[in-house]
T-cell receptor, first 113, second 115 residues
Framework: DAGVIQSPRHEVTEMGQEVTLRCKPISGHNSLFWYRQTMMRGLELLIYFNNNVPIDDSGMPEDRFSAKMPNASFSTLKIQPSEPRDSAVYFC???????????FGQGTRLTVV | AQKVTQAQTEISVVEKEDVTLDCVYETRDTTYYLFWYKQPPSGELVFLIRRNSFDEQNEISGRYSWNFQKSTSSFNFTITASQVVDSAVYFCALSANTGGFKTIFGAGTRLFVKA
């Protein structure tokens, strides 16, 4: 199994631009999570999907952030417009069932200048 | 509300010392799961262990051991005879019924093991 695959691994963009982060969960997993990691705030859960449906998006910082999961094998996290304070490492994770652990992708390091 | 507290921000030990990383959790659910993850300097998050709320049996895996105590809402992690390769940030996490089994993380403890 290839594990959770995230792309791109690194993204540098200018303030105001749209950024799209992508995630392919492990095949057969039915839950998907997007997290943001910063020094100041640690690992924050942004949004959680179960069976492609958003269950909890209370961690999404503001309307500039949106996430979709059009099918079981793909999810996107979009920031529009991006701001320097969005600079962070964004992790995607997937899980096979509520009783199991989540497996993480390698993360996308986003820098907004 | 659910919460995970890792009060130790950083710990520094000398190689071969034993070290315990503390984790205290809060949940009103009777069904929940606890986890530990390791984040080495390379940045990936590596799963170490999962425990469910109905199983308080302690676990040992090589130099790693975990002590789960529901009476004190703690799930502590001990590394015996630490090695330089153990240097990493360690996260404790919780997944519970009320939260729809979303997984939330503590702030992490950064462990430095010096040679």
């Amino acid at each position: 199994d290839a594990g959770v695959i995230q792309s791109p691994r690194h993204e540098v963009t200018e303030m105001g631009q749209e950024v799209t982060l992508r995630c392919k969960p492990i095949s057969g997993h039915n839950s998907l999570f997007w997290y943001r990691q910063t020094m100041m705030r640690g690992l924050e859960l942004l949004i959680y999907f179960n069976n492609n449906v958003p269950i909890d998006d209370s961690g999404m910082p503001e309307d500039r952030f949106s996430a979709k999961m059009p099918n079981a094998s793909f999810s996107t996290l979009k920031i529009q417009p991006s701001e320097p304070r969005d600079s962070a490492v964004y992790f995607c994770a997937s899980r096979g069932g509520s009783e199991t652990e989540a497996f993480f992708g390698q993360g996308t390091r986003l820098t907004v200048v | 509300a659910q919460k995970v507290t890792q009060a130790q921000t950083e710990i520094s030990v000398v190689e071969k010392e034993d070290v315990t990383l503390d984790c205290v959790y809060e949940t009103r659910d009777t069904t929940y799961y606890l986890f530990w993850y390791k984040q080495p300097p390379s940045g990936e998050l590596v799963f170490l262990i999962r425990r469910n709320s109905f199983d308080e049996q302690n676990e040992i895996s090589g130099r790693y051991s975990w002590n789960f105590q529901k009476s004190t809402s703690s799930f502590n992690f001990t590394i015996t005879a630490s090695q330089v390769v153990d240097s990493a940030v360690y996260f404790c996490a919780l997944s519970a019924n009320t939260g729809g089994f979303k997984t939330i993380f503590g702030a992490g403890t950064r462990l430095f093991v010096k040679a």
